[in-house]
């Protein structure tokens, strides 16, 4: 069983910037993608970014590149979300994910477990 915890959503002005958190815990072994998903209210979840656990390669949706990064801290396990210049229509629920493999994905069904999600407000 694995668990995903996500955290460090908020409220935040336009141009601001906001850093998630997702620790795992359990049987993540053999899950060597770890991907961003996001929600907004009446939207399909879409793919904001996934990391490899093993090389910290990155691949990020182009809504996204080059203001928000994904790093990782083996030791704690957690994958975080660093995003900066942030806008309204950043705003929306955000996920983190676990997917088997070593190939960077953005398909929704290669992802086997899920964080709980956190709000993520961009006021303007």
């Known amino acids: 069983q694995v668990q995903l915890v996500e955290s460090g959503g908020g409220l935040v002005q336009a141009g601001g910037s906001l850093r998630l958190s997702c620790a795992a815990s359990g049987r993540t072994f053999g899950f060597f993608v770890r991907g961003w998903f996001r929600q907004a209210p009446g939207k399909e979840r879409e793919f904001v970014g996934a990391?490899?656990?093993?090389?910290?390669?990155?691949y990020y949706a182009e809504s996204v590149k080059g203001r928000f990064t994904i790093s990782r801290d083996n030791a704690k396990n957690t994958v975080y979300l660093q995003m900066n210049s942030l806008k309204p229509e950043d705003t929306a629920v955000y996920y983190c994910a676990l997917a088997r493999g070593v190939v960077l994905t953005r398909k929704i069904d290669d992802y086997v477990y899920w964080g709980q999600g956190t709000q993520v407000t961009v006021s303007s």
């Open positions: 990391i490899s656990w093993s090389e910290s390669s990155t």
